[in-house]
Structure formats: C-alpha cells, structure tokens
C-alpha cells in the first residue's frame, strides 16, 4: 500500500473520528494539516484536490477520500480487524442510528462554519452564538444518554462506530463548557474510550499542529 495521507485540522471532530479509525486499525499515515481558523481549506491549492474544500480528506489506495463516515466505512470493509459495526443487520443500523445522531444532528449545527455565520452574517453576539452552541449539544447528547448502556461502551466490549463518534463531540463539549452533569453515561463512555491508547493517540491536544 502507498503513502496513506490524513488532511487534517488538530481541532476537527470530523478528522478526529478519521484518526481514531485510523489508530484502531493499525494503519500508519502522515498528516497533512489545513488550517481552517487560517482557512487554508478555501485555498485554490486545496480545492483543487478536494473541491468539497472540508476536512478530513484521506489518501489512500491511489484515491482520495472525502467525508469522514464514507472515510471510516471504507476502512472498516477494507482491513475489516477490529470491526466497527457489527455482523447482525439490525445491529448495524443501530450503530449508524447512534454514530448519525452526531455526525448529522449535532456536530453541523455547530460546526466552524455556522457558527463564523452565525457571528458574521447573523451579526450574532459570542452569548447568542454559545447559547446556539449548547443548546444543540444537550439536545442531541439527552438522545444519546437515553440509548447508552448502563455499563460498557456502546460497542459493549470494543469500540464501535458511535463510540468514535461520541468522543470527538465530548470533546468539542467541553472545550465550549457545556454542562455535561445530566448525561453521566455519556461521560463515563467517553472517559473509557480516552483511556485507550488508540483514541488518546488522536486527541486534539496530542496532534496540535
């Protein structure tokens, strides 16, 4: 196998499930950071490799790919050990149901790009815009407390494609201060999953460019 790229930004929740699946598969990869604050993702230079001008984007097997579920299921069916869904079909669209609660309802409410709009074309305040912010998390994460396991992960025994969902939005949580006492199963999942080397590995804090 060629040279496996990462374009990543250290802050991304999107690019943070990409190295997570990454790490969890043994895959070794370089990173190449896009600054977003700086936005790098804009450039020409960029958009002429991913007109989509988002990150994640990985390179990988002579292609590139783009949007970080379509990424993660393609490592998933290409180096199938770990896997990240399970076997059983109903099971399988559980654990996307639970990994789409993040990925389609949470993080793009909150993403960099709303929320610079909400700030700029809106001509929202840092209050309203936070207000915005924690009010999408704690819908979202009520949901998700409800479906947890009282013990384990949602992968029960191995982490699964929601827990590497969960874990980049926990992130993003804490770092905009969002009061998390109401969802302590949530918390105790993602304290689990970032005891664990390959998710510690991928943290913001450890890949800051």
């Not at 149901?97 to 610079?116: E, K």
């Not at 704690?138 to 992960?153: D, Q, Y």
């Given at each position: 196998?060629?040279?496996?790229?990462?374009?990543?930004?250290?802050?991304?929740?999107?690019?943070?499930?990409?190295?997570?699946?990454?790490?969890?598969?043994?895959?070794?990869y370089r990173r190449e950071a896009i600054d977003l604050v700086e936005g790098k993702q804009r450039s020409a230079d960029y958009r002429r490799l991913n007109p989509q001008g988002l990150v994640p984007a990985l390179a990988?097997?002579?292609a590139l790919l783009t949007q970080s579920m379509a990424i993660v299921e393609y490592l998933d069916e290409r180096f199938p050990d770990p896997a990240?869904?399970?076997?059983?079909?109903l099971e399988r669209s559980r654990v996307r149901?639970?990994?789409?609660?993040?990925?389609?309802?949470?993080?793009?409410?909150?993403?960099?790009?709303?929320?610079?709009w909400l700030r700029g074309e809106l001509c929202q305040g840092e209050e309203a815009v936070m207000q915005w912010y924690h009010h999408w998390i704690?819908?979202?994460?009520?949901?998700?407390?409800?479906?947890?396991?009282?013990?384990?992960?949602f992968g029960e025994d191995r982490p699964n494609l929601a827990d590497l969902?969960?874990?980049?939005?926990?992130?993003?949580?804490?770092?905009?201060?969002?009061?998390?006492?109401?969802?302590?199963?949530?918390?105790?999942i993602d304290a689990a999953?970032?005891?664990?080397?390959?998710?510690?590995?991928?943290?913001?804090?450890?890949v800051k460019n």
């Open positions: 196998m060629s040279e496996v790229v990462l374009y990543d930004y250290w802050r991304s929740s999107a690019a943070y499930r990409v190295r997570i699946a990454l790490n969890l598969k043994g895959i070794g990988i097997d002579g990240l869904l399970p076997t059983d079909l149901a639970l990994a789409l609660s993040v990925v389609a309802d949470i993080h793009p409410l909150n993403n960099l790009r709303v929320l610079n704690a819908e979202g994460f009520a949901a998700l407390e409800a479906e947890a396991p009282e013990a384990g992960l969902c969960l874990v980049p939005q926990m992130a993003n949580a804490r770092r905009f201060e969002v009061p998390l006492g109401a969802f302590p199963r949530l918390v105790r999953l970032r005891a664990l080397p390959a998710f510690a590995a991928a943290a913001p804090e450890a």
